[in-house]
């Protein structure tokens, strides 16, 4: 078997109580855990960039849903980049790229069918924790194939600053989309969703009602809402969409640390009368968009039509940090933690 030399213990991240309402510091936990080589048929990653995401407070919950709870006490799970340093794997060498799930951990022993190659020399590493990877393709499949967008329609967007929406109007706008509207969380973001990012119009949410503030950067009204928010914001949206318009439900941050349920929308039925449809979606069931997502998205990057940020919180020890900002909105595009 081909390693490296080893360190005895790496530190990963537990979870040691389950959330009520907003996570806090002492909800986690920084353990030491041995580092052994790798059972045949696995690799041992040394993580070097871990993705923290929305979806992982929900993870934290006992409640039945489509990814199951995180185990007290265990090692939570999450996206991460990093490199083989010990191999027991037919295909894999020391030094590979790889991308797999067991983040929140410095040292990853992976099964081999999880682990996935990636090219470090097409894009940095942690591209494929962000744009090229799952929130990237969550945008894409979401726009063109559940949002149905087609060349000429509007969008709105919430989120818009955050990965997932950053690329949702990007790609509106490189489709032929005829507006771009995005709304995020401070004066800042929105100042480059315009100036940055070509979106038409965007809000800061926090300046005002949403449904006012839409009506003035869409007076016409949308085709297509990508919803990232939930609440107030799929509220207006259910306002400002056309005659057969399409509403992606994708994410309801708003309302992830919430114990109460939301109030809005409350104009469920107008969806009637439009004959609007309103779709859930989870990335998991677009995969076999992959290939076309990364060589179309890909391409916009590497002719500079697409524009990506990453918010890096330094240090492994800092992740739970890095997790409980990205719910408060401190990133502007993908939230990741260096390693070290
Ligand atoms: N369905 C799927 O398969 C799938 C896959 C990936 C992601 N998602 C969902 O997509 C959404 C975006 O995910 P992401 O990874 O791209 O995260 P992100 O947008 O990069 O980061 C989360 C952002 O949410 C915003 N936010 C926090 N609280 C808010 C509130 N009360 N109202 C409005 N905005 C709020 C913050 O930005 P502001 O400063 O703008 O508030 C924050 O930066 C999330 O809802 C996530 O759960 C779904």
Redesign the pocket.
């Known amino acids: 078997m081909a390693q490296q030399s080893l360190p005895a213990t790496g530190r990963e991240w537990h979870l040691v109580a389950r959330p009520q309402g907003w996570p806090t510091p002492a909800d986690f936990a920084l353990v030491e855990a041995p580092v052994t080589a790798p059972a045949p048929g696995h690799v041992l990653v040394r993580n070097e960039y871990l ?1 923290v ?3 992982m ?2 993870r934290m919950n006992d409640a039945k849903s489509y990814a199951p709870p995180y185990a007290l006490g265990e090692a939570m799970h999450g996206g991460a980049v990093g490199r083989v340093v010990a191999s027991a794997a037919e295909g894999f060498a020391v030094g590979d790229a790889v991308l797999h799930g067991l983040g929140w951990r410095e040292y990853a022993a992976v099964p081999a069918g999880q682990a996935f190659k990636v090219d470090a020399d097409a894009a940095p590493l942690q591209a494929y924790l962000g744009v090229l990877g ?2 990237g ?3 894409y499949a ?1 726009l063109l194939r559940v949002g149905r967008f087609q060349e000429g329609e509007a969008v709105f967007v ?10 949702v109007g990007q790609v509106a706008k490189l489709r032929g989309a005829s507006l771009v509207v995005g ?4 004066d800042e ?1 929105v100042r480059k969703l315009v100036e940055e990012y070509g979106f038409d119009a965007a809000f ?3 300046n005002g009602d949403v449904a006012g503030q839409l009506a003035k950067a869409a007076p016409e009204g949308v085709d297509v809402y990508f ?7 799929l509220e207006a949206a259910i306002g400002a969409l056309h005659l057969h318009g399409r509403a992606v ?9 919430d114990t109460t349920p939301p109030a809005a929308p409350r104009n469920l039925a107008s969806v009637i009368g439009k004959r609007l449809t309103l779709q ?7 995969y076999d968009l992959q290939r076309e997502f990364v060589a179309e998205v890909g391409g916009w990057l590497a002719e500079g039509r697409l524009r990506f940020e990453e ?1 890096v919180v330094d240090g492994f020890e800092n992740a739970v940090d890095a997790f409980l ?11 990741l933690v260096r390693v070290s």
């Not at 859930?280 to 677009?286: N, R």
């Open positions: 993705s995401d929305p979806y407070r929900g799952m929130p393709l969550t945008a979401g919430s989120g818009a600053a955050g990965a997932v929406g950053s690329v709304s995020a969380g401070s973001k800061n949410y926090k919803d990232n928010v939930g609440g107030e914001h439900l994708c994410g309801a941050i708003a309302q992830y640390n859930g979606m989870l990335v998991g069931d677009h918010t900002g990205l719910l408060r909105g401190a990133n502007t595009g993908k939230m």
